[in-house]
């Protein structure tokens, strides 16, 4: 019996409890059993996951009495679109899915999105679980209840708040990440630090590394706080009126550069995280919230474990400020005509910031984007 963490998260979307231990996987047909019963299960996952854990998965679920149908998507942003959402849908439908039924969203936060979404639409609302597979999603995209796709005027407008039923975070599917995809991951693991919990920052700033190395108790660690300060706002505001807001440290400069690139892998998504942060926190500086030394220490955490701190320099893409602007007075945190920003007073001080004037944004990507 592997030893778990248990966190518990009480939206009034529901309450459900995140699971984070070794060895997840191997259990989850009993643990989903534990809170759904046992149903004929829906699993959606991505090719790259497929053929790495879909037989250890489907023999779980089997082996405790789910019926189990697997549907698997490309991977990548690409598949969390329309087209995507529609092929989803179209194949529960022809598997004869009912209200009994549930899904299951085996994979990172394009999977979870997408999955959840789905769930949260057919038959008007099915339940569903979460096996996130990524760093990126064990800490953020898998709870909380967001479920969302892009469009080609913006990343995640369009989407629902639908809770699951259950989280298990398996440390061990780490180990077959790239590691691009955990430094991905780890630029919001870094969030949690800035926005709430300056002790979890400077333990970062010791173990950063060894979250890095896949090591089992640093990532369980890191994940469980991650976890505990997610839940803690979720409970609070699971729509995303007040507290919630301050999760988005760092993704509407974030969003902007991923939907400039049409959401392509020149640029994952904890990538713009972690150059939003920045963007952010030299934000906070110009306009006198914060010393000029935070977004420094930030800055040289993020370049000890190579994560970029500033738009990259792509072949064939040029930034402009100015498009960069017009994908951010998409985003869905604009209220009126007022572009809402995450900034900061210091580290693990953040706040809702509605004075942001488009001067002020511009000046914040021109001074990032310096000579480009």
């Known amino acids: ?28 047909g009993e643990k989903i059993a534990s809170v759904l019963g046992r149903r004929r299960l829906f699993v959606i996952t991505d090719e790259n996951i497929a053929g790495l854990y879909k037989s250890q998965l489907e023999s779980s679920l089997t082996e405790a009495g789910h019926e189990v149908t697997t549907i698997v998507v490309a991977p990548g942003e690409g598949s969390k679109d329309f087209r995507s959402l529609e092929q989803v849908l179209g194949e529960l439908l022809r598997q004869g899915v009912t209200r009994s039924c549930a899904v299951v969203a085996f994979g990172g936060g394009v999977v979870g999105d997408l999955a959840g979404f789905a769930a949260s639409v057919i038959l008007r609302g099915i339940d569903y679980v979460q096996i996130p597979t990524t760093l990126l999603s064990q800490v953020d995209s898998s709870v909380g209840g967001k479920t969302a796709v892009n469009t ?12 699951p039923k259950l989280v298990l975070v398996d440390l061990g599917l780490l180990k077959s ?49 991650c976890c505990q300060n997610k839940a803690q706002i979720v409970s609070k505001d699971e729509r995303e009126q007040d507290s919630r807001l301050l999760l988005n440290l760092g993704h509407t400069f974030g969003h902007a550069m991923e939907a400039d690139l049409g959401y392509d892998s020149r640029l994952l998504h904890g990538e713009a995280v972690a150059i939003g942060s920045i963007i952010a926190l030299e934000t906070s500086v110009r306009l006198g919230f914060c010393e000029a030394p935070v977004p420094a220490r930030v800055r040289r955490h993020f370049q000890s474990l190579g994560l970029p701190v500033r738009p990259p320099k ?55 984007l310096g000579g480009e």
């Open 1 to 28: 019996m592997s030893c778990f963490t248990k966190v518990s998260v009480h939206p009034d979307g529901g309450a459900y409890e995140i699971l984070v231990g070794a060895d997840l996987i191997h259990a989850s």
């Open 152 to 163: 080609n005027l913006g990343k995640n407008l369009v989407g629902t708040f639908y809770q």
């Open 177 to 225: 990440l790239p590691m691009r995809e955990l430094r991905a991951g780890y630029g919001e693991v870094v969030k949690y630090g800035l926005l709430g919990d300056a002790p979890l920052f400077e333990w970062l700033e010791v173990n950063g590394g060894d979250v890095l190395r896949v090591d089992a108790e640093a990532c369980r660690h890191v994940i469980t706080e």
């Open 314 to 368: 792509l072949e064939g893409h040029r930034w402009v400020p100015e498009k960069l602007l017009k994908h951010m007075a998409r985003d869905k945190k604009v209220v009126g005509k007022k572009q809402i920003l995450i900034l900061v007073r210091s580290i693990g001080t953040a706040f809702v910031y509605e004075g942001a004037t488009r001067e002020i944004i511009r000046q914040s990507w021109e001074e990032c």
